[in-house]
């Protein structure tokens, strides 16, 4: 696993590279036609998402993430976009973490989720949404002891 997340990095850098490339050696007034080029080939998703950032265009990437929900996306780019817009990305994060716990089945998994609570503090009115979805958790996944045990270690007791 470790090996196959530093081969989708390293791909991920070079062509991050490339398109850096493509751009220091196109003149100014083709890069556009170039961009829409590059945006067209770009199939998936994530693709589409990392020329967005590259070209500093956060609308469009937050408007991507939102077509296409994924938390590693998200992670790639939280620090990013939580300078943009930080209101609409802590509420997109306060989502995304919904969606990964309703996906959760194991404690580990409700661990690993739940300790981004933390990372969900550090926004503008980052505590109080912790808070409350931590509430919103402990009503809506009532029937799992193990990720409210989680909750409770974590500093989030069922009120």
């Known amino acids: 696993e470790k090996e196959l997340r530093h081969l989708v990095l390293e791909r991920k850098c070079q062509e991050r590279e490339y398109v850096s490339r493509l751009k220091t050696i196109t003149p100014p007034d083709q890069w556009a036609a170039i961009f829409e080029s590059l945006m067209a080939d770009a199939k ?14 956060l609308d469009e990437l937050f408007a991507e993430l939102c077509r296409h929900p994924s938390f590693g996306s998200f992670q790639c780019y939280a620090a990013e976009l939580r ?3 930080p209101p609409r990305t802590r509420t997109y994060y306060v989502e995304i973490l919904k969606q990964e716990m309703d996906a959760a089945n194991q404690r580990k998994q409700y661990r690993h989720i739940i300790g981004y ?14 808070k409350e979805l931590a509430e919103y958790w402990h009503v809506y996944h009532r029937n799992r002891p193990a990720m409210k045990d989680e909750l409770r270690q974590a500093g989030y007791p069922q009120k």
């Open 83 to 85: 300078e943009w817009d």
């Open 44 to 57: 998936r998703p994530s693709d589409r998402m990392a020329l967005y950032h590259f070209e500093g265009m």
């Open 117 to 130: 609570l933390s990372d969900l503090s550090a926004y503008p009115g980052g505590q109080k949404a912790a």
